[in-house]
């Protein structure tokens, strides 16, 4: 019984000691869930609950080969110009539109400019006739 009590140990040691070293060998930005001294706090206080929740929920994601040979990492996501479209565009993700909409803006701000011109012009029309009067 002590044999087998001292190999649980020994097991609870080796994950307590890898899950430590792979915490604190991971890239900052990488890890995931919560910042790094939290995930050491956890891992040494739970142990061997806390190492097993390293490895589950706060280690870097692995990089996969797709099928065409090139490798994703998660998060990567597509560059924005080769993101797959799927059916219509929503206006806001079509560049054509937007594009439009900025040609529109400018139209009508040169409309407005060109009617507050004709009401100034108007409204001094409407002065002088009252002061001839």
């Given amino acids: 019984m002590i044999r087998l009590y001292s190999l649980f140990m020994l097991l609870d040691l080796a994950l307590l000691v890898i899950a430590l070293i792979d915490c604190l060998s991971a890239e ?16 040494l206080l ?3 609950i806390g190492a097993i929740a ?3 929920a706060g280690r870097p994601p692995r ?3 797709m099928s065409n040979g090139e ?11 080769e993101r797959p479209r799927k059916g219509p565009v929503a206006p806001d993700d079509d560049p054509e539109f937007l594009r439009n909409l900025a040609q529109s803006l ?3 701000e040169s409309m407005m400019k060109r009617w507050e011109a004709d ?15």
């Fill in 54 to 56: 390293w490895f589950v």
């Fill in 119 to 133: 009401l100034r012009r108007r409204e001094d029309e409407l002065r002088k006739r009252d002061e001839q009067q």
């Fill in 46 to 48: 739970f142990s061997p």
């Fill in 71 to 81: 490798m994703w990492r998660p998060g990567s996501g597509f560059p924005e110009a």
């Fill in 63 to 65: 990089a996969v080969r």
């Fill in 28 to 43: 900052e930005y990488a890890i995931r869930a919560l910042p790094r001294v939290a995930w050491v706090f956890i891992i």
């Fill in 106 to 108: 400018k139209e009508d």
